[in-house]
């Protein structure tokens, strides 16, 4: 069973950054797809950024030009840097993982105050 392990949630002020990392019990090599999803309160869960194996990556408009998606397969660990923060990104994160199935982290908080 891959258990996604993901940190660097917290509160923070508009303009700000953050970066969120994904470490999977696994080796990131295993997965072909790995990303960040959000959701928000009495809202649809929504992509955030994926990454694929074979280096391309993909962006909400949203959050295109703001975050950045990384691999770094030294540290095994996926990262979600998120600058210029807004308040309308305040979601739990969650990491994903895709081999044979998606696999889902437990997600973290990240509350962006105006």
């Known amino acids: 069973q891959v258990q996604l392990v993901e940190s660097g949630g917290g509160l923070v002020q508009a303009g700000g950054s953050l970066r969120l990392s994904c470490a999977p019990s696994?080796?990131?090599?295993?997965?072909?797809?790995m990303g960040w999803y959000r959701q928000a309160p009495e809202k649809q869960r929504e992509l955030v950024a994926a990454?694929?194996?074979?280096?391309?990556?993909n962006y909400a408009e949203s959050v295109k030009g703001r975050f950045t998606i990384s691999r770094d397969y030294a540290k095994n660990t996926v990262y979600l840097q998120m600058n210029s923060l807004k308040p309308e990104d305040t979601a739990v994160y969650y990491c994903?993982?895709?081999?044979?199935?998606?696999?889902w982290g437990q997600g973290t908080q990240v509350t962006v105050s105006a």
């Open positions: 994903t993982a895709d081999s044979f199935r998606r696999y």
């Open positions: 696994g080796s990131i090599f295993s997965f072909n797809t």
């Open positions: 990454s694929t194996k074979s280096g391309i990556t």
